[in-house]
């Protein structure tokens, strides 16, 4: 950051915040996929089995309307944990057209080890942070005003 001769702070041209988050975000996006990736896993079925271990079990679409993604992906990521023996989906007994998905206990074996593999990412990630600022900055991340209907996301 420079000063002038006003002594308005102003950013370097690549530390804007835009670029900053962009390269950050990448930065950690990669560690987490390399991480996930060690446990057999893409990021989605990463985050779905996480979804998973926090609710034990869940339906099919309240899946998809948690994970902010289209059914037709979810049901693509949940074949490929299926295929793997991560997950198991089943009729719901309460309604047939329902499919509760839970996981498997080599799910969530296989789930252990991707929560410790990206505990280690954020831990090497956010060494130099104390807890109250990591709080702050998640704080601020969360009002963002991005969605996932963006372009990007798609």
């Known amino acids: 950051m420079t000063a002038d ?17 962009a390269r950050h975000g990448a930065i950690a996006y990669a560690r987490t996929e390399h991480a ?5 896993l893409t990021p989605r079925q990463g985050a779905t089995l996480v979804l998973l271990g926090e609710s034990g079990h869940m339906s099919q679409k309240g899946m998809a309307e ?8 979810l049901c693509g990521i949940l074949n490929d944990l299926e295929d793997t023996h991560f997950v198991e989906r089943r009729r719901d007994p309460a309604d047939r ?7 498997t206990d080599e799910g969530s074996r296989t789930l252990v080890k991707a929560q410790d593999a990206i505990t280690a990412v954020e831990q090497e990630l956010f060494a130099d942070f104390t807890p109250e600022e990591l709080s702050t900055l998640r704080n601020l991340l969360v009002r963002m005003r991005t969605s996932t209907s963006d372009s990007v996301c798609t």
């Open 66 to 73: 948690v994970l902010e993604v289209d059914p037709s992906i």
């Open 5 to 21: 001769p006003t002594g308005t702070v102003e950013a370097e041209p690549l530390d804007r915040l835009g670029f900053l988050l």
């Open 36 to 40: 996930f990736k060690q446990c057999g």
């Open 97 to 103: 057209r329902r499919h509760i998905v839970a996981l």
